[in-house]
């Protein structure tokens, strides 16, 4: 109760409450009978108590409490709780209707919605419509006064005790510096610094940087359309880059060069092409594919030029075919071909040369499916499809401008005896028919063209130690294993470089048969003339007797010598020429004899 020293009855009467009104004094404006609360000169009504409300500054009170202030700069309600471990108010709203208000808080007349509570649970800000359990429609500003930046989080938990994470605003260094930490030990922490991202880092130096020391990831998704993860720039000049994806190893040491501890491993570049500054906004674009080796510097390993022609291998950025390889494959393969299927069956392929055109070989100029050359001479050799004709020709460099001191290989007979062709099954094979062939080492020493190597040379390479372990489908589970070992660096021959020798072999033989004939006719032809001049010996001296003999006795003596001597040397002249030849010198004989015993008698 208030104190009344000192008090006038006057003031002591204003300062105490009476009950005016009864049932049959209605406050003007309340609803049933009602009482007020007055002060003691009756001036004023503070409280106005209804049978189901109470009106504190209002006499229609419209709510079991409703209080209404009418003085300016003054609360219109104030609650303390002055004990420390009372509560300050609790407000219990029993009813079971959804989306009911339990607390809602307005201004200007109750036009504007500043705070709301409903019985689903949820809390609307600026809104009477909260579709969450927190709702805000307008501005969320968190602020404390901590000067070193400790301050203004906003804490978020994803249930039960702890911090699921928190976002702290940090402006105290004008930094304009935010934090975004994932809850507990090993929760991620991302920074937005000055326009800068860092993911795991609170100094990030670049737009997006991470510094966490386990695997990230970036994902870039959407359901409804493809993802779009863009870099640009604004340049006008002919390869100037326009946006770079970078690989760095932070191990490494050197952060501003790129030398050999450089952190830069590797990246993926864009340039423009353009002939005109892009004035007419009409520019290509190359990409670059960069790689740094164990002690080296970042270089181009692969270009993608505007035209599409791409480049593989070191100086290999202008490219100018579809697929332009260039490299320094030192006793390695400069291109590597590797068919994995684990059991190979007719149709399997390692390299397929085709032409779009159903008949290419129309043209042969334009049939080319493989050409050779080298630094030297660009045209060494080729495979070829015939003209008119589904056949390939494989060719090699024979022009008779870019080769001297010509001579005929000498004793081709003799090289060709001295070769020796074998018949074998190769090791390791599963043959059931031999094969024809030669020693490479022995070929090499008739004819060094057709070899390559030398004999019982060896070389590291790799050995298979392990076979590939399939699954039931036949698909890959563990690949092949290989170790380096010393294995033989095998001699191969080329068949084809014994044509000229074989060809020279046969003019030789061919030679030799050609004079064998000759000599053959030239002695049938020897045998014919001895015949032919015997058989003209022997008429002259018949007539030459018969005619100077005068007397029928010698006439007929000489004429009966004659005609068996010329009877005998006729018969050969209807054999051939070996038989002819050999009757020839037999008959002669016989012929000589008969004439002696003939003249001897």
Known sequence: MASLSGATIATTFKSLLKLAGNTDDLVAGAIGAAKQVMTGDGENTPIYLNTDRVGIGTAAPASALDIESTTDGNY??????????????????????????????????????????????????????????????????????????????????????????????????????????????????SYFNGGNVGIGTDSPGTWLASGSSSATYLDVYDSAQPAVLSLGGNETSDAATVGIVQFINNDNADVANNDADGKIIADISVAIETDDSNAGDDCGGDMYFKTKPLSGSLATRMTIKDDGNVGIGTEATAPTSPLHIKAEGEGEAVVLIDNRHTTAVAGDKILECYFSDSNPHTNPTSATYIHFGHAGDTDVGSIKGVTDINTIQYLETSDYRFKNQEEIIPSALDKVSALKPYQFFWKDSKATKKSFGFFAHELAEICPDAVSGEKDAVKMGKVLVKDFVLDSDGKILEDQVFEEKEIPDKQQADYKKLVPILTAAIQELSAKVEALENNNQTGDSNNDQGNQGNNNAGEPSSESAGEDSGGAEGSSSDSSSSSDGESASSEPSSDDGNQGSGSSGSDASDDSAEGSGGDDS
């Open 76 to 189: 219109a309600a104030r609650i303390k709780q002055d004990h420390a471990t009372g509560w300050g108010v609790v407000i219990d709203n029993k009813g079971t209707t959804t989306g009911d208000p339990i607390l809602s808080l307005t201004s200007n007349n109750g036009s504007n919605q500043v705070f709301w509570a409903d019985s689903d649970g949820n809390v609307g800000i600026g809104t009477d419509e909260p579709a969450a359990t927190l709702q805000v429609l307008g501005k969320i500003r968190v602020n404390e006064t901590v000067a070193d930046g400790s301050g203004d989080k906003l804490l978020l938990a994803s249930g039960g005790s702890g911090d699921g994470g928190s976002i702290t605003f940090d402006n105290h260094a004008h930094t304009a510096t935010v934090f975004i930490t994932g809850g507990g030990s090993g929760g991620t922490s």
